[in-house]
């Protein structure tokens, strides 16, 4: 059975701290995996995918495949970075299995 | 463009009752699913259609909910004999072709009281 586990409910830094949201997951194929975040008021939005290897507003994720991990990271966290953060992973057909979610919240 | 839009915003109703949730996707998005978010949990999928048919529908908890896209676009999610355990959000997302890296584009929500 597919799982994604995080394991902080909330995450609470000061702006300019780095940020690392956990996020570890359990699959027994080839693993495709995203971040989505929900701003305030605002609906749920992609960040960003594994496969892209990309960095979206100074954040990236590494795939581990060896801890079973995909944490999210920013070097300096700003304030507009205030949101719910939820790690999913792809369970075939593109249907996502999703964390519980963590809030951060960046205070100046 | 447009974005998902999901009917209505808000929706209570007494334990028993019947109801249905309308979801309008992206224009040309031939995926469409449906997810439920309770209290302190992420999304939960409940189906997924690819066009007209139910590619996946694993994710229904129970024979009380059942969902349609009778033309390939919008979709509706209907619930009988609802529960109080029934009460959610219930999320609508469309994606461009279903592919497994696509991006699902997220509606507004439906907040679903069962009193």
């Known amino acids: 059975a597919q799982r994604v586990t995080q394991p902080e409910k909330l995450l609470s830094v000061f702006k300019g701290a780095p940020v690392e949201l956990k996020c570890n997951y359990s699959y027994s194929g080839s693993p495709e995996l995203f971040w989505y975040v929900q701003y305030s008021r605002q609906r749920l939005q992609l960040l960003l995918r594994?496969?892209s290897r990309e960095s979206i507003k100074g954040f990236t994720a590494d795939l581990n495949k060896g801890e079973t991990s995909f944490h999210l990271k920013k070097p300096f966290a700003q304030e507009e970075d205030s949101a719910m953060y939820y790690c999913?992973?792809?369970?075939?057909?593109?249907?996502?299995?999703f964390g519980k979610g963590t809030m951060l919240l960046v205070s100046p | 463009g447009a974005g998902v839009s999901q009917t209505p915003s808000n929706k209570v109703t007494e334990k028993g009752k019947y109801v249905e949730l309308r979801c309008d996707p992206i224009?040309?998005?031939?995926?469409l699913y449906w997810y439920r978010q309770s209290l302190g949990q992420g999304p939960e999928f409940l189906i997924y259609?690819?066009?007209?048919?139910?590619?996946?529908d694993s994710g229904l908890p129970n024979d009380r909910f059942f969902a349609v896209r009778p033309e390939g676009s919008v979709s509706t999610l209907k619930i009988q004999r609802t529960e109080r355990g029934d009460s959610a959000v219930y999320l609508c997302?469309?994606?461009?072709?279903?592919?497994?890296?696509?991006?699902?584009?997220f509606g507004p929500g439906t907040r679903l009281t069962v009193l």
């Open positions: 224009s040309g998005h031939t995926a």
């Open positions: 997302a469309s994606s461009l072709n279903g592919g497994v890296t696509d991006t699902q584009y």
């Open positions: 999913a992973l792809s369970r075939g057909y593109s249907t996502l299995t």
């Open positions: 594994h496969i």
């Open positions: 259609f690819q066009g007209t048919g139910a590619a996946d």
